[in-house]
């Protein structure tokens, strides 16, 4: 498959990365020191598993990059719009379908669950495939990629239309990337997937950032178990309002909790200590707001909410 990958940081890099070793056709957009790096010494992979490298095909601009089967977004929720147009030109770029041909499609990774329905404003939901990722990487200098843990699972499906069955474009993304070492799973309403993820992420990044403390010196405090708890069941209260069906419990959440790492500590504190700019409107935000328009009373999440909306923006450091 040909692919292109818009956001070559620890997301896109790794399972770009992963594409290009298993043989796929793969472009990605970078800029600055990162896309020098990966024009000159190829994509680096350093981990657990085993480190590699790879040649790769890096541009800064879309329009170079040819046609293409499947756009994989991979920015922050807050850089999408910016590269909406790239998507758009990207889907264009390959012309009408022949008969019997799967049109070219996107592939949303983002956290929360605003960007599947933000991207077809743009393009149309008929080109919308959802997705969401466990894994924890990130650029450590240009053109490297480190991944923390083993973990790098996705999930896939459709978010709009016909979401009864797993697609044939979502089996057919699901063996390609299965084929390149990931761990991916791909079912029918992908929605699901979405909330059932952010239900965990909306409380532990906003428990963990507001208080800037790891989850260890968090959990142990029976009271904090408490009103984590809590917010766990608002957020699968708004999903449930909206029809969606979720996997997980309250105590579900907080025993996956019991099994992280004592020092694990989610991005978003990381982003609020290095001053970048917060998804807060995207986790936290999107469960206060849809609660409110469903009628779901959301206390604990909109109290976090609340604190974290003023670094929201960040204060870049030099």
Not at 59 to 66: A, L, N
């Amino acid at each position: 498959m040909r692919f292109a990958i818009l956001g070559s940081g620890g997301v896109g890099g790794f399972f770009g990365a992963k594409l290009v070793r298993a043989g796929h056709d793969v472009t990605f957009l970078a800029r600055g020191a990162h896309l020098r790096a990966m024009q000159e010494h190829g994509l680096t992979i350093r981990g657990a598993e085993g480190d590699f490298t790879v040649a790769v095909k890096a541009d800064d601009d879309v329009q170079r990059f040819g046609p293409v089967d499947v756009v994989v977004l991979a920015v922050k929720n807050y850089d999408v719009a910016s590269v909406l147009p790239a998507v758009k030109t990207l889907l264009s770029a390959r012309g009408a379908p022949a008969p019997g041909e799967t049109p070219p499609f996107v592939l949303t990774l983002q956290n929360g669950v605003d960007i599947p329905s933000e991207v077809a404003a743009a393009v149309g939901e008929a080109a919308v495939l959802g997705g969401t990722t466990y894994i924890s990487t990130a650029i450590s200098e240009p053109g490297v990629i480190t991944q923390t843990g083993t973990n790098h699972r996705i999930v896939l499906g459709e978010v709009f239309g016909d979401t009864s069955r797993i697609s044939d474009r979502a089996q057919s993304l699901r063996d390609a990337l299965a084929g390149a070492g990931v761990t991916v799973e791909a079912v029918a309403d992908a929605r699901g997937a979405l909330w059932d993820k952010l239900s965990f992420l909306a409380c532990i990044s906003a428990f963990s950032t507001a208080s800037r403390l790891p989850v260890g010196a968090l959990r142990d405090n029976p009271a904090f178990r408490e009103v984590f708890r809590q917010a766990a069941a608002e957020v699968l209260s708004v999903a449930a309002a909206e029809g969606i069906t979720t996997t997980r419990t309250p105590d579900a959440l907080v025993q996956y909790m019991d099994g992280l790492p004592a020092h694990m500590r989610p991005s978003m504190l990381g982003d609020l200590e290095n001053g970048k700019p917060l998804e807060v409107e995207y986790l936290q935000g999107a469960v206060v707001r849809r609660g409110r328009a469903r009628g779901v009373p959301t206390p604990v999440m909109s109290t976090l909410y609340v604190l974290l909306l003023p670094h929201a923006q960040g204060e870049r450091k030099a």
